[in-house]
């Protein structure tokens, strides 16, 4: 409930076409400053400055409604406070949680096309939980703290194709997770199981290109049939025809 003209009115229920003199208010974080021309919608626009010194024109609406109360500070302020509020992400001089550690380098190579390890992640179809993406307490939730602190043990995918997701991840040791790298697993063709070394001697191609052709979703036998110079078009024109 808002005084305005010595007289009182509900915001949100006000009539859109009567237009109300907001100068001067402070409206959340928002104190207006003076009228400001219509925008694109022909909808009333004030000015006004932020608590923290932006200054943004905002509609008459939204104004009242508290649809925004903020530059888009509160908002910005809000999601690091989710990530603080338990002490996990290093800042004030804390140390960083060892599992805050590993799920911000997950979203990073997953979902961070500016990250150097993208390419092997994200840019190759693993994608995240909706719930981890968006949320590190959901993450700890589902995965429960590390067995032991520090480097001991690490974040792995089970089915090295599949996403990061609670049915298909794990802490793992170092060992575990050799075990579990791509290049180890036997891939089989035509009734013969070799690993990703001995598929690329049979091809007859450099097992780095070969291994990426894998990273890259290539079914084993375009990998082995395919001969060395062939581009992911004429991948891709291959697959669609068999």
Same mark, same amino acid.
């Given at each position: 409930?808002?005084?305005?003209?010595?007289?009182?009115?509900?915001?949100?229920?006000?009539?859109?076409?009567?237009?109300?003199?907001?100068?001067?208010?402070?409206?959340?974080?928002?104190?207006?400053?003076?009228?400001? $021309?219509?925008?694109?919608?022909? +909808?009333?626009?004030?000015?006004?400055?932020?608590?923290?010194?932006?200054?943004?024109?905002?509609? !008459?609406?939204?104004?009242?409604?508290?649809? !925004?109360?903020?530059?888009?500070?509160?908002?910005?302020?809000?999601?690091?406070?989710?990530?603080?509020?338990?002490?996990?992400?290093? &800042?004030?001089?804390?140390?960083?949680?060892?599992?805050?550690? #590993?799920?911000?380098?997950?979203?990073?190579?997953?979902?961070?096309?500016?990250?150097?390890?993208?390419?092997?992640?994200?840019?190759?179809?693993?994608?995240?939980?909706?719930?981890?993406? +968006?949320?590190?307490?959901?993450?700890? &939730?589902?995965?429960?703290?590390?067995?032991?602190?520090?480097? $001991?043990?690490?974040?792995?995918?089970?089915?090295?194709?599949?996403?990061?997701?609670?049915?298909?991840? &794990?802490? $793992? !040791?170092?060992?575990?997770?050799?075990?579990?790298?791509?290049?180890?697993?036997?891939? !089989? +063709?035509?009734?013969?199981?070799?690993?990703?070394?001995?598929?690329?001697?049979? $091809?007859?191609?450099?097992?780095?290109?070969?291994?990426?052709?894998?990273?890259?979703?290539? #079914?084993?036998?375009?990998?082995?049939?395919?001969?060395?110079?062939?581009?992911?078009?004429?991948?891709?024109?291959?697959?669609?025809?068999?």
């Amino acid at each position: 409930m808002f005084r305005i003209d010595g007289g009182t009115f509900q915001c949100n229920n006000y009539s859109m076409r009567q237009r109300r003199n907001l100068l001067g208010m402070k409206l959340g974080r928002l104190s207006v400053i003076r009228p400001a $021309a219509n925008n694109e919608f022909n +909808h009333t626009t004030w000015l006004c400055q932020c608590d923290c010194g932006v200054v943004k024109t905002v509609e !008459t609406n939204k104004l009242c409604s508290g649809t !925004t109360t903020s530059c888009g500070c509160y908002g910005k302020e809000a999601r690091i406070r989710g990530c603080t509020k338990h002490g996990v992400s290093g &800042r004030n001089g804390k140390p960083e949680a060892p599992e805050y550690a #590993s799920w911000r380098a997950m979203i990073n190579r997953c979902c961070q096309p500016g990250s150097s390890r993208y390419r092997r992640y994200g840019g190759r179809g693993i994608t995240v939980h909706p719930e981890w993406r +968006h949320s590190y307490l959901a993450f700890v &939730r589902d995965m429960g703290p590390k067995p032991e602190p520090k480097h $001991a043990y690490s974040l792995d995918r089970i089915d090295n194709n599949g996403p990061y997701s609670p049915g298909n991840c &794990r802490w $793992a !040791t170092m060992g575990q997770q050799q075990n579990n790298r791509i290049t180890n697993h036997r891939m !089989t +063709h035509n009734g013969q199981s070799r690993t990703l070394t001995e598929w690329a001697l049979v $091809a007859g191609i450099p097992r780095g290109a070969f291994k990426r052709r894998i990273y890259m979703g290539w #079914s084993i036998a375009d990998a082995v049939s395919l001969p060395l110079r062939a581009s992911r078009q004429e991948h891709r024109t291959q697959h669609q025809h068999s």
